[in-house]
T-cell receptor, first 111, second 117 residues
């Protein structure tokens, strides 16, 4: 089966750093995505990891360890507009081209 | 980046009626589109994979006779919710892959909020 776990909610302070963890157990693995979703809107792409290691893109970085079934999204210099849900999604591949999403982490940024 | 549109953005319908939602790739040809459903405070759940010119592939537990998918062209997929019931009220989101950009380039539409009364 497919199982993707991430914390339901996190709170952080403006200007600080926050790390959102994601663990997965899936029948196949061909990459892990992070998406940002504001309430009532579609997800927007943040990052994609298929090999182990850290991918940095501006204030956002994403890490993957395939052997541990683990990823994290690191957000630096937090801004109020970063308040959103962050979705971890796995691409299993093998003909099942859709993504399997975790339930999302609702991130609240406080002044 | 690539743009995917959905129409309508929101719709209210009466129980027992059918509703059609359109998903269009505006600046690329999408051989594959995906339909997701998201209930409040829940994750996106893949409903079906729509391939141009062939039948859709439905995920386990999704009724193909209730959620009709048509992908008649490389830029348009439609989802028809037939005989809608209040429990079908949800946020329906499509996404499309640009085959020229690799699998990580999957673009989401803005979503359609369906309310069945």
């Amino acid at each position: 089966g497919q199982n993707i776990d991430q914390p339901t909610e996190m709170t952080a302070t403006e200007g600080a750093i926050v790390q959102i963890n994601c663990t997965y157990q899936t029948s196949g693995f061909n990459g892990l995505f992070w998406y940002q979703q504001h309430a009532g809107e579609a997800p927007t792409f943040l990052s994609y990891n298929v090999l182990d290691g850290l991918e940095e893109k501006g204030r956002f970085s994403s890490f993957l360890s395939r052997s541990k079934g683990y990823s994290y999204l690191l957000l630096k210099e937090l801004q109020m507009k970063d308040s959103a849900s962050y979705l971890c999604a796995v691409y299993s591949g093998g003909g099942a081209d859709g993504l399997t999403f975790g339930k999302g982490t609702h991130l609240i940024i406080q002044p | 980046g690539a743009v995917v549109s959905q129409h309508p953005s929101w719709v209210i319908c009466k129980s027992g009626t059918s509703v059609k939602i359109e998903c269009r790739s505006l600046d690329f040809q999408a051989t594959t589109m995906f339909w997701y459903r998201q209930f409040p405070k829940q994750s996106l759940m893949l409903m079906a994979t729509s391939n141009e010119g062939s039948k859709a592939t439905y995920e386990q537990g999704v009724e193909k006779d209730k959620f009709l998918i048509n992908h008649a062209s490389l830029t348009l997929s439609t989802l028809t919710v037939t005989s809608a019931h209040p429990e079908d009220s949800s946020f329906y989101i499509c996404s499309a892959r640009d085959p020229n950009r690799g699998i990580h380039e999957q673009y989401f539409g803005p979503g359609t909020r369906l309310t069945v009364t």
